[in-house]
């Protein structure tokens, strides 16, 4: 299974930035897909998040700014982050959680793809 993401940049802030991740591979079907984000520290923090039944969730700073969306036919998610701040900028990692008959559930992870607000 690969995750491919994308749409990462150097952007100012107040302006908006969309990121996609697309999920290829072998396995069974999908469950939850998210975007989780790494800045200067060692953590990663939950973005965004949104299950096998469309229902999301999101991190504190990013309610009512970041949306993400689902488009089940392609596997694919969009993270579409509006009034960008300098406190976004981060390394994203898309993420996935699949399961696959005499497998199991597995969790997967996108190579990252860096956004940068500039003030």
């Known amino acids: 299974v690969q995750l491919q993401a994308s749409g990462g940049g150097l952007v100012r802030a107040g302006e908006t930035l969309r990121l996609s991740c697309t999920v290829s591979?072998?396995?069974?079907?999908?469950?939850?897909m998210a975007w989780y984000r790494q800045g200067s520290g060692n953590q990663r923090d939950l973005v965004a998040k949104?299950?096998?039944?469309?229902?999301?969730e999101y991190g504190e700073s990013e309610k009512g700014r970041f949306f993400i969306v689902k488009v089940a036919l392609k596997n694919t998610i969009y993270l579409h982050m509006g009034n960008l701040e300098p406190a976004d900028t981060a390394v994203y990692y898309c993420?996935?959680?699949?399961?696959?008959?005499?497998?199991?559930?597995?969790?997967?992870w996108g190579q990252g793809t860096l956004v940068t607000v500039s003030s």
């Open positions: 591979g072998r396995f069974g079907y999908i469950n939850d």
């Open positions: 949104i299950g096998s039944d469309d229902k999301t």
């Open positions: 993420y996935a959680d699949t399961w696959t008959v005499n497998v199991g559930s597995q969790n997967h």
